[in-house]
């Protein structure tokens, strides 16, 4: 893209990416927070070492430790072999922590130990140091984390030296054309078919709020692209919903548990059962959302309330 925005996103990460701290990159989920990763990898002196890519909300509390640190054999049950933790792994290169926001308590204290000392004590290891650079994400409002209690201020504070804002698809619609034409030739390579798109598709693009941003559109593309009968996608092609609506009816019985159930039924359905989304739209934390599910008994493929 060529907007304003994007501009100035580009200018960060150029300004970024020669400086050797941490970075903390900021934007809703789907936006490419990943990509601004790893170009800022491509840019800085350490391109020729390892970028190692973590998403922090698939690490789970009890094995924090190992997974970033790493164990020696025997360190806990089940730990047949020595392994080596994603710091060692990254070792004079990038580490980078996607979804940040999502660390235990405990994980961040850890973790700003070792971003403080640059040391690292494997599971039942002796003391190591790494020389890694931490590149961070977050699609929360880390502040406001902070000033709830679930995020370490003093954590935020070290990853927080630069920041990278990467903006949401709808604060950047004149970036459409571009996008839709980049998605369009990589679908051409891959399907072996020229795909060119008319005026009237990105008259109906702009008129979307894209909450999926980048992800959603390049997914509503693909899908045009199979259901278009000619080269040329056409605005029938692209299926996108007409309004802002949440959708679903709000429940006859109006006790807070019967309303609760339902919107987090609704947040999760919205947003293809992606725990972490729906929490962030919900207002909670992932650990809320999942005991309130456990409470309630929601899963995937039970019909929502009506």
């Known amino acids: 893209g060529s907007s304003r925005l994007v501009v100035k996103m ?3 990460i150029q300004r970024a990416a020669l400086r050797n701290s941490s970075v903390l990159i900021t934007g809703d989920s789907g936006v490419g927070k990943e990509l601004v990763a790893l170009e800022l990898h491509k840019r800085s002196s350490r391109s020729a070492a390892p970028m190692v890519s973590v998403n922090c909300a698939t690490i789970s509390p009890g094995l924090a430790d190992a997974e970033l640190f790493g164990n020696e054999k025997g360190a806990y049950t089940g730990a047949d072999r020595a392994n080596t933790g994603y710091f060692q ?3 004079d290169g990038i580490l980078f922590l996607d979804e940040v926001g ?7 204290a850890k973790l700003l130990r070792t971003l403080e000392s640059g040391k690292i004590r494997p599971l039942r290891g002796k003391e190591i140091s790494v020389n890694v650079r931490v590149i961070s994400a977050t699609n929360r409002d880390l502040q406001k ?8 201020e003093d954590l935020f504070y070290r990853l927080n030296t630069c920041v990278v804002k990467v903006p949401a698809l709808k604060e950047r619609l004149e970036d459409l054309a571009e996008l ?11 399907y072996r078919k020229r795909f060119l798109f008319g005026p009237e598709v990105l008259v109906k693009l702009k008129k979307y709020h894209w909450p999926g941003n980048i992800r ?8 045009g692209v199979n259901r278009a009968e000619s080269e040329t996608l056409m ?3 692209i299926d996108i919903p007409t309004n802002d609506a949440i959708g679903g009816e709000v429940p006859k019985n109006i006790r807070l548990t019967e309303v609760e159930s339902w919107a987090i039924k609704i947040a999760l359905e919205r947003n293809g059962w992606n725990q972490t989304q729906a929490a962030k739209i919900l207002g909670i934390h992932r650990e809320t959302l999942l005991d ?15």
């Open 216 to 223: 959603q559109l390049k997914s509503v593309l693909e899908s």
């Open 102 to 108: 999502e660390l235990s308590q405990e994980c961040q």
């Open 235 to 237: 605005a029938e092609d």
């Open 292 to 306: 309130k599910m456990k409470k309630y008994k929601i899963a995937k493929g039970i019909p929502k309330t009506s």
């Open 89 to 91: 792994q990254a070792d």
């Open 10 to 12: 580009k200018q960060e």
């Open 145 to 152: 984390e902070v000033k709830d209690g679930r995020f370490r």
């Open 180 to 190: 839709v034409d980049f998605f369009l030739n990589r679908f051409s390579v891959e």
